[in-house]
């Protein structure tokens, strides 16, 4: 299951950085959600998935499942949405003040 | 345990989220602020005297001994650096008050700086390393919404590449911490550093502290610079004196912290990269800072060049090394927020910031250039200024550890810094000036207060420099022998 997790993960990986080299910027918002995505599944996976019970003292099994990489992504995830949720106005704001959403004609022409 | 090493943290949030529900009572947000970041100063300072007495503070949040829960750990580096990142705000507030408008003011400005400071202060206090990922993302979020704020199109434009760029490292940041605890079994920097001191620092270990010192490089603005002089250039002043003056200076923080505290033990590959990084950057920089004619991004530069020149230090690793480097990073904080105020002070007298165009300012307002003069040696290093102990000591411990090459690019780097000052003294300050009276944009008066407290904190720094690197030398105790922060942190009560 690690193993088909992290090719999960590989690919979302390379998705998203190729939609990150696009010029939309629509496009490379997009990548870095699924980058972030694909970092919280790699986290997940590489700390082991379910290797023994629940992390309750009194529960069956000596075994237990380590519930620190789940808290680690659950914060990652709320940081992660929020910080999309922002720029995602960004950039419709971007785009009304300046009239594209082409990362390269943003660039240059700016005198004030 | 000791409860006051959270305050830094907790006072500047409460009173950050207070201020929210307090919009259009500016007058109230102004006290507030000053009241919070006097306060969070004061239990800073109280912990800097506790350390200098008992040792490192801790503080285990909710009662979880470490390495279970999160450690929240004041060693003299810590409690120094937010000591000193809050006498920054507190000058940089007092210039905003009387410079950067009622808009700003209406749009959560100072609940979004006592956020930011909340984030800067969280990230040097924290033992734990992936809460250091929080209050980076904590800070780094008040830091996007202080940069757009205002709308103007150049803005939007700096904001969505300093959010993107700062999106990718952070997602590479969670990755490295993903590797980090898969390989290491904690987070805890502290038992982190324990178990790399047992075990050894594998060859995996070593490409996860790559990986972390590419992330830290882009927020300290090492080598990966190229997004700092736009967004830098792009806000108001006064925040531009507070990013200048703080978001770099956590990523040097970081750094230090890592590798000395994780991973010193493989500093043929790791330290030497940073050294070569550090000259690389000064370098760089230092091409930026003749290259520019304007004040910003010139400014800028010099934020490169100071970063670059610490880093060196960082990599050197000797005990003189370090020192300096601690007291270069107190010194560059103060120094930088006071060359932004000035230099956002003349931009705002004459109405623009490309060179050609300012001149005669002292005419105006001689104080002003009088403290830009002051600032302007202590950033170079000239003696007695705050600026000088520090580079002499790092360049003392390049020598020593025959960094010949790397010392010679960091004293060079100083006079290309020197000469980017006076050119901005020189063309700005003298000649006939321009502005007849009553024509100029605006008194500059709000920079002076806090432009002479903060000068007068680095001839304090330089003059009494004794004293401040007893400080110094203390917090750097805990990287030369690991065992004292280590022993803070796992083995208390």
């Known amino acids: 299951m690690e193993t088909f997790m992290i090719i999960i993960s590989g690919v979302l990986y390379s998705i998203g950085t190729y939609l990150m080299l696009s010029k939309t910027l629509l496009r490379i918002i997009l990548g870095t959600a699924l980058l972030s995505h694909a970092t919280h599944l790699m986290l997940l996976a590489v700390s082991g998935l379910k290797k023994g019970a629940v992390p309750l003292i009194a529960a069956t099994g000596t075994k237990y499942t380590d519930p620190l990489p789940q808290a680690l992504m659950l914060t990652s995830i709320v940081i992660t949405f929020a910080l999309t949720a922002f720029i995602l106005v960004l950039a419709y704001r971007t785009y009304l003040v300046s009239g594209t959403d082409d990362i390269n004609k943003l660039k240059g022409s700016d005198h004030e | ?493």
Not at chain 2, 232 to 256: D, H, N, R
Not at chain 2, 401 to 413: D, T
Request: proline residues 3%; neutral net charge; glycine residues 10%.
């Open chain 2, 1 to 493: 345990m000791n409860n006051l090493v959270i305050m830094p943290i907790v006072i500047p949030l409460v009173s950050g989220m207070l201020m929210i529900f307090i919009r259009e009572r500016i007058l109230w947000q102004r006290w507030i602020s000053l009241i919070s970041v006097a306060a969070s100063a004061a239990c800073a300072g109280w912990l800097i005297r506790l350390n200098q007495t008992q040792g490192v503070q801790t503080l285990h949040v909710g009662g979880w001994k470490a390495p279970f829960g999160i450690t929240l750990v004041a060693d003299m580096l810590a409690s120094l650096l937010v000591f000193t990142a809050l006498i920054v705000s507190f000058a940089c507030l007092l210039y905003m008050f009387g410079s950067i408008g009622r808009e700003h003011e209406r749009f959560f400005l100072y609940p979004l700086v006592q956020i930011l400071v909340c984030g800067v202060n969280g990230s040097f206090l924290t033992g734990d390393i992936f809460n250091l990922f929080v209050f980076f993302e904590v800070m780094l979020i008040a830091s996007y919404v202080l940069l757009g704020l205002g709308g103007k199109r150049r803005q939007l434009k700096e904001t969505l590449q300093y959010v993107l760029i700062n999106m990718t490292s952070s997602t590479l940041f969670v990755t490295a911490l993903a590797f980090l605890y898969s390989a290491a079994g904690t987070l805890n920097m502290a038992h982190l550093a324990e178990r790399m001191a047992e075990a050894g620092q594998s060859g995996p270990m070593t490409v996860i502290s790559i990986l972390l010192l590419i992330v830290f490089s882009v927020k300290a603005a090492l080598l990966l610079f190229f997004w700092l002089p736009g967004s830098y250039s792009a806000p108001p002043a006064a925040i531009a004196a507070m990013f200048a003056a703080l978001l770099t200076k956590v990523g040097v923080y970081a750094v230090l912290r890592v590798f000395t505290l994780i991973f010193p033990h493989q500093p043929q590959i790791t330290h030497t990269a940073l050294i070569w990084m550090g000259a690389a950057t000064m370098i760089l920089g230092a091409f930026g800072v003749v290259a520019y004619k304007s004040i910003r991004p010139i400014l800028a530069y010099n934020v490169i060049i100071s970063v670059g020149f610490m880093l060196f230090g960082v990599g050197v690793a000797s005990q003189a090394a370090l020192t300096g480097t601690v007291y270069y990073l107190v010194h560059d904080m103060i120094a930088k927020a006071l060359i932004f105020i000035l230099g956002g002070a003349m931009i705002s007298i004459a109405g623009t910031d490309r060179l050609q165009d300012i001149k005669g300012l002292i005419h105006y307002r001689p104080l002003l250039g009088w403290l830009f003069f002051v600032a302007g040696l202590a950033l170079a290093g000239i003696p007695p200024l705050s600026g000088f102990v520090g580079k002499v000591l790092i360049l003392e411990g390049g020598i020593r550890e025959e960094q010949m090459a790397v010392a010679v690019i960091g004293l060079v780097s100083s006079l290309f810094v020197l000469y980017s000052m006076m050119k901005i003294f020189v063309q700005g300050f003298w000649g006939e000036t321009f502005l007849s009276e009553g024509e100029q944009h605006d008194t500059g008066k709000s920079a002076l207060l806090p432009g002479v407290m903060l000068t007068a904190l680095t001839v304090g720094m330089g003059l009494g420099a004794e004293w401040v690197l007893s400080m110094a030398d203390l917090a750097v105790e805990p990287m030369l022998d690991r065992d004292v922060y280590i022993r803070a942190v796992l083995r208390t009560e």
